[in-house]
């Protein structure tokens, strides 16, 4: 079974950019089987799928939020990482990082998620 | 983008009824079609995926099943650690996108 862990500022101020890092164990991110993520829910909202990026580097975006975001890979440090730019109230929420994991689950389908972190921004 | 309709957005019952949660995809997705349960202060967990099959783990009073282009959840025998919102989210194409979620309250 995965673990994942989210680390970063809770706390952001408008028109910067938010970063985050999920930590991932039980597993290699370099494992050919997986894909990695971040699920965004706003208090008191639903879910939005934000991107996803596969064992090789290659990431999807959602559309909605292609213009402002990046996810990458740390190999060396088994984690990988959200950054959004140019944040505003609106990206307040709950950031979650997720993975299919092993199950031979279709890429969207996410089985482990981390604990997830608030993120607010406001100054 | 695809678009999850949910319904209802909430949902009052008692311990050992049954319940269902619809959704309803803009266009046909197949069978690419999960389920999440969220319980508050919680990361939500996947219940059922690829429509009906579902989750290891999770109690057999769970179900999915596809009526049509309507996606059910059934929750059947009704327990009070049910109480949760539960998502409905498709994995056809990216952008993958959940529904609005429904509540589930134990009367």
């Known amino acids: 079974q995965l673990h994942l862990q989210e680390s970063g500022p809770g706390l952001v101020k408008p028109s910067e950019t938010l970063s985050l890092t999920c930590s991932v164990s039980?597993?290699?991110?370099?494992?050919?089987?997986?894909?990695w993520g971040w699920v965004r829910q706003p208090p008191g909202k639903g879910l939005e799928w934000i991107g996803s990026i596969s064992y090789s580097g290659d990431p999807d975006y959602n559309p909605s939020l292609q213009t402002r975001v990046s996810i990458s890979l740390d190999t060396s440090a088994n984690q990988f990482s959200l950054k959004l730019d140019s944040v505003t109230a609106a990206d307040t929420a709950v950031y979650y990082c997720v993975t299919p994991g092993p199950g031979g689950y279709d890429i969207g389908t996410f089985d482990d998620w981390g604990q997830g972190v608030l993120v607010t921004v406001s100054s | 983008d695809i678009q999850m309709t949910q319904s209802p957005s909430s949902l009052s019952a008692s311990v050992g009824d049954s319940v269902t949660i619809t959704c309803r995809a803009s266009q046909s997705i197949s069978l690419y079609l999960n389920w999440y349960q969220q319980k508050p202060g919680q990361a939500p967990k996947l219940l059922v995926y690829?429509?009906?099959t579902l989750q290891s783990g999770v109690p057999s009073r769970f179900s999915g099943s596809r009526s049509g282009t309507d996606f059910i959840l059934t929750i059947n025998n009704l327990q009070p650690e049910d109480s949760a919102t539960y998502y409905c989210q498709h994995t056809y194409r990216a952008p993958w996108t959940f529904g609005l979620g429904t509540k589930v309250e134990i009367k």
């Open positions: 690829s429509a009906s």
């Open positions: 039980g597993g290699s991110i370099r494992n050919t089987e997986y894909y």
